[in-house]
Antibody, heavy 122, light 107 residues
Framework: QVQLQESGPGLVKPSQTLSLTCTVS??????????WSWVRQPPGKDLEWIGY???????HYNPSLESRLAISVDTSRNQFSLKLSSVTAADTAVYYC??????????????WGKGTTVTVSS | DIQMTQSPSSLSASVGDRVTITCRAS??????LAWFQQKPGEAPKSLIY???TLQSGVPSRFSGSGSGTDFSLTIGSLQPEDFATYYC?????????FGQGTRLEIK
């Protein structure tokens, strides 16, 4: 059974870069059937899809974050990572990693991590 | 972006009740609609995809329906473990978007 676990600093200073890693266990990140995604939820607000990466390294980002965002994959460690630059208080959120599964050429989220809280504050 | 609107935002019900949550998309999304359950401090759990297909291991009291712009999630007979927040999500086009959630509380 695949499990995802987020890790990274819980506190980031404004204008700095937020960095998180998602470790995949119980299955390989190298698969044609999955995208590996990040989702966040600011306090009291809706869930927001951040972007995904394919095991080959190809990415697709939310246009609202694209200019500050980089998602990478390390297949040797079965991990993928998120870097969000120039953060502000508006980036304070619970960050989730998730797996998007291919079903008839459309991808839906079937497995999620428990989430990690990131606060942007000086 | 496709806007997803859920109703109601919160709902009080009793064990054994039948409840329905609705989700409306701002444009047609065929059946590319998923439902999730989330409990405090836990990972969101996939319940339904393709509008009506039950994820493996999900009890049969959960069902989904709809196509195009209007969708619903029905819980046939509420159990104590079903009290949680429920989200719909469209995956017809990127960026993927979510409903604002429906909080299901014990009456």
């Amino acid at each position: 059974q695949v499990q995802l676990q987020e890790s990274g600093p819980g506190l980031v200073k404004p204008s700095q870069t937020l960095s998180l890693t998602c470790t995949v266990s119980g299955g390989s990140i190298v698969s044609r059937d999955y995208y590996w995604s990040w989702v966040r939820q600011p306090p009291g607000k809706d869930l927001e899809w951040i972007g995904y990466i394919y095991y080959s390294g190809s990415t697709h980002y939310n246009p609202s974050l694209e200019s500050r965002l980089a998602i990478s994959v390390d297949t040797s460690r079965n991990q993928f990572s998120l870097k969000l630059s120039s953060v502000t208080a508006a980036d304070t959120a619970v960050y989730y990693c998730a797996r998007e599964r291919n079903y008839r050429n459309y991808y839906y989220m079937d497995v999620w991590g428990k989430g990690t809280t990131v606060t942007v504050s000086s | 972006d496709i806007q997803m609107t859920q109703s109601p935002s919160s709902l009080s019900a009793s064990v054994g009740d039948r409840v329905t949550i609705t989700c409306r998309a701002s444009q047609g999304i065929s059946n590319y609609l998923a439902w999730f359950q989330q409990k405090p401090g836990e990972a969101p759990k996939s319940l339904i995809y393709a509008a009506s297909t039950l994820q493996s291991g999900v009890p049969s009291r959960f069902s989904g329906s709809g196509s195009g712009t209007d969708f619903s999630l029905t819980i046939g007979s509420l159990q104590p473990e079903d009290f949680a927040t429920y989200y719909c999500q469209q995956y017809d086009s990127y960026p993927i978007t979510f409903g604002q959630g429906t909080r299901l509380e014990i009456k």
